[in-house]
């Protein structure tokens, strides 16, 4: 009997598929299931999946690897999807994929398999990543072939003796790494309704958060976060400690109604404290340390780095490209940021860095100042010179006589 390694979370659809995959495909199922910060009980996910039929159950700790290698290169290029998604999902799923593939090859496997339904993004994440890494794999989305509605696949499982994280009262689909949480269905589908308290998990209600503030300094080196509050800590501790702290703030609830891959639009709610935070000080830190120039042309290649990854095409020789330059401008970018945390408000209120542009001696208007203001009117002269010479030919700002 063929073997197939499926992506497993232990929640509704990927149980389900378990059984579904060997009763319509008659292959022998491998779960895998990746940590990632989801922060749950690998050890009981591994025990249901072998009760539901699994021959086998595999966990990997991925969270290093998914740090060093996925969220802090987003970080540095400053992809924020819509200006407002840090990611978090998609970020994860090209690593999924890679170790699906991984897997699949030491085990023999001649298929992957994910729970993706067919209208959502992480379909075209799975598929794509796996095609790059195995084009000869077979990939099977059993939630996206069966046709069963969320309460029919409640059902199928209730009748088949799988246990569940689910009900047709609570309704959510959620998802969480170590860089965020995404929160869907449910009441969340109708834009207009405010999200009820109980879909939070990381964040305070503003109204429920401390009546003073909190301060934070967050030490970067080229463009990679080293220290919090002075203290060298690994990317996988600062992130979750960080998690923590603006989380009680009230920082990183995001409400976002954003375009899908696939062409509907979609009402998200996610947390990211620690993703608010770093994302903010980078950018602040950026401001820093790049030129004019620098920073607007970055500008587009985050938002083109953020398509890229939302729309999964990690693997991809133009995504390799952008990072190339990313990293190069990376290279001052080391330096301290302080931020101010109050009431669900992120606010940098200070910056500093060896690598510095900014000149107190050219900014400041008091004693020191050395900016040379008698070059100013010359300078000004040549600046216009293009405008004024418009003007004088074709009276730029005047009425013609043709356009009346």
């Known amino acids: 009997m063929e073997k197939v390694v499926l992506a497993y979370s232990g929640g509704l659809d990927t149980s ?58 987003a970080l540095q290029a400053g992809a924020v999807y819509e200006g407002q998604y840090p990611l978090a999902t998609a970020l994860a799923r090209p690593l999924i994929a890679r170790l699906l ?37 077979k990939i099977i989305a059993p939630a996206r072939e069966w046709g069963m509605t969320r309460e029919e696949t409640i059902k199928y499982a209730d009748r088949h003796g799988i246990p569940v994280p689910i009900t047709v009262a609570s309704p959510y689909s959620i998802d969480e ?46 463009g990679i976060p080293a220290t919090l509050d002075g203290k060298r800590l690994d ?47 980078h950018q602040a830190l950026e401001a820093m340390t790049l030129s004019k120039a620098q920073l607007r042309f970055k500008q587009k290649v985050a938002m083109e780095m953020a398509d890229i990854i939302y729309n999964g095409l990690w693997f991809s020789a133009l995504r390799e490209d952008l990072a190339a330059f990313v990293a190069s401008t990376q290279r001052f970018v080391t330096g301290t940021v302080r931020l101010k945390l109050f009431k669900g408000n992120c606010t940098v209120v200070g910056r500093k860095s060896p690598f510095s542009l ?20 010359g300078f000004i002269h040549i600046w216009g010179l293009p405008v004024r010479t418009q003007s004088q030919v074709q009276g730029i700002g005047e009425t013609t006589e043709e356009e009346t």
Do not use: M
């Not at 995959?21 to 072998?50: H, M, P």
């Not at 860089?179 to 429920?208: F, H, M, N, Q």
């Not at 401390?210 to 301060?215: G, N, R, T």
């Not at 020191?368 to 203001?373: I, L, M, P, T, Y």
């Open 358 to 377: 900014y000149s107190f001696s050219l900014a400041t208007y008091d004693k020191g100042d050395k900016f040379d203001q008698s070059a100013s009117p």
């Open 101 to 137: 593939v991984e897997v699949a090859k030491a085990e023999g496997a001649t298929a992957v398999a994910h729970g993706c339904t067919g209208k959502g993004n992480d379909q075209v994440r799975f598929d794509v990543g796996v095609a790059a890494l195995a084009p000869d794999f």
């Open 177 to 222: 790494n170590l860089w965020g949480r995404s929160i869907e269905c449910g009441v969340l589908e109708d834009p207009w309704a405010e999200p009820p308290e109980e879909v939070y998990a990381w964040t305070k209600s503003p109204d429920k958060t401390p009546d003073k503030p909190a301060y934070v300094e967050i030490g970067f080196e080229h």
């Open 16 to 73: 389900v598929a378990i059984k579904w995959l060997k009763e319509r495909y008659n292959r022998e199922v491998i779960a895998l299931t990746i940590d990632v910060g989801n922060e749950r009980d690998f050890s009981a996910i591994q025990q249901k999946a072998l009760k539901v039929g699994a021959i086998k159950a595999v966990v990997k700790d991925a969270k290093e690897v998914f740090v060093n290698e996925f969220i802090f290169p």
């Open 235 to 281: 990317g996988v501790s600062l992130i979750r400690q960080l998690n923590e702290l603006a989380g009680a703030h009230g920082v990183g609830r995001i409400d976002h109604v954003e375009n899908r891959l696939v062409g509907i639009k979609s009402r998200e709610i996610y947390e990211a404290p620690a993703g608010t935070v770093l994302l903010r000080a």
